[in-house]
């Protein structure tokens, strides 16, 4: 190079310049080199060793033997891969590891990229956050979100893309996820558009804001909750670029426990409020045995019955009256020979496990004075 530099041959230099940028600076095959780093975070870890392959596979057979006899532990031979860094990926907690190599790639004049470690976003992570929102493999509304308000809709879209993309804010191809981006937000538009009966572009443009971000003014959907003497409840999706920040933290926070959500018969009994009349207090809950048992002739139906019939539902909550001490057994089921019910007495209802009802001894009436 230098003589071609004295002779002014620039071809020539060129051309051992790209020669140059192919050989390494170093002896990548030194035979006496050796290095082992070790990381793990709870169950996964991951051991780096520069050398041979087969020095490799003596370090798992090592690893494999002590975990079984020390800590009666045994290793996954699904999981517990040797891979080439350069010709394959290590998938670590979540992330592909490999190690880069561009000879093309410069910085001022210098291989800035060839032997250092990359992490980049694995092809299946973006297969399996894009699937839910995907329908015969187009983005489709989400129909347990199409009956919630709109700040919940865009605020669950939301904080799924921005946990996805913080995540794998270290990646040097986090841009990848801008695919994920374009299905959760096609599929956001389509939700809102199916609750209100409209058409995407006019969600779009209902729901289209400006923000100012670090990276400049971004585009967002934003829906805002207006509340008096506060400030308003503001849901954002997007206005995050997916762009690599080599000092983001990950932080691992505590999950939310869950909330148990009551039956919707519980809910009724905690309401405290008759079905019938609204009176508030203490209630009794009427349960049938099937809703036909309603409709079939006899003696007048109490009230409860008759709502009952009339909602086809059999659960349902009365204020306890004031003279009858209960009537919170099942009815009765009529007997084939006669259509009279048994009616409730102080000690139960007959036909609730106090035996079958007698018969009235007068001819043509049933035990409580009607007639058959």
């Known amino acids: 190079m230098a003589?071609?530099?004295?002779?002014?041959?620039r071809a020539a230099l060129r051309q051992l310049r790209k020669q140059q940028r192919c050989l390494p600076s170093g002896d990548p095959d030194d035979p006496g080199y050796r290095?082992?780093?070790?990381c793990r975070y709870a169950d996964d870890q991951i051991l780096g060793f520069t050398g041979p392959k087969a020095e490799a596979e003596q370090i798992k057979a090592r690893l494999t033997q002590f975990l079984r006899d020390e800590l009666r532990l045994e290793l996954s031979a699904d999981k517990t891969l040797i891979t080439h860094a350069r010709t394959g990926a290590a998938r670590f907690l979540g992330y592909d590891i490999t190690v880069?190599?561009?000879?093309?790639k410069a910085t001022r004049g210098k291989r800035s990229i060839n032997g250092g470690i990359a992490l980049q976003v694995p092809t299946a992570v973006i297969k399996a956050k894009t699937s839910p929102y995907l329908k015969g493999g187009k983005p489709a509304h989400r129909?347990?979100?199409?009956?919630?308000?709109?700040?919940?809709?865009v605020n669950t879209f939301g904080a799924e893309y921005r946990g996805l993309v913080n995540y794998y804010l270290l990646a040097g191809d986090v841009y990848k996820l801008s695919r994920v981006r374009w299905v959760m937000e096609t599929a956001l538009l389509k939700t809102l558009a199916c609750k209100h009966a409209s058409t995407v572009s006019k969600m779009a443009a209902r729901y289209k804001a400006k923000i100012d971000t670090p990276d400049g003014t971004r585009t967002c959907f934003e829906a805002r909750v207006e509340r008096d003497g506060r400030k308003p409840l503001v849901a954002r999706f997007g206005g995050q670029p997916p762009k690599k920040k080599r000092n983001a933290v990950l932080v691992d926070r505590k999950p939310v426990p869950g909330i148990v959500r009551h039956k919707e018969l519980i809910n009724r009994l905690l309401t405290g409020r008759c079905e019938s009349c609204d009176h508030q207090g203490e209630v009794q809950v009427h349960q049938v045995r099937k809703i036909a048992d309603l409709t079939k002739p006899g003696r007048p139906q109490p009230p409860w019955?008759?709502?009952?019939?009339?909602?086809?539902?059999?659960?349902s909550s009365y204020a306890p009256p004031a003279t009858t001490p209960s009537m919170d057994d099942t009815p009765p089921r009529q007997p084939r020979s006669n259509h009279w019910r048994a009616r409730c007495s102080e000690t139960g209802t007959a036909g609730s496990?106090?035996?079958?009802?007698?018969?009235?001894?007068?001819?043509?009436?049933?035990?409580?004075?009607?007639?058959?």
């Open 3 to 9: 003589r071609a530099r004295r002779r002014g041959d």
């Open 143 to 153: 129909s347990q979100l199409v009956n919630e308000s709109d700040h919940t809709i």
């Open 305 to 315: 019955m008759e709502t009952m019939a009339k909602r086809r539902r059999k659960p």
């Open 100 to 104: 880069q190599h561009a000879d093309r």
């Open 353 to 372: 496990g106090g035996g079958r009802p007698e018969k009235d001894q007068h001819a043509g009436t049933s035990p409580d004075g009607l007639p058959r």
């Open 35 to 38: 290095r082992l780093r070790y």
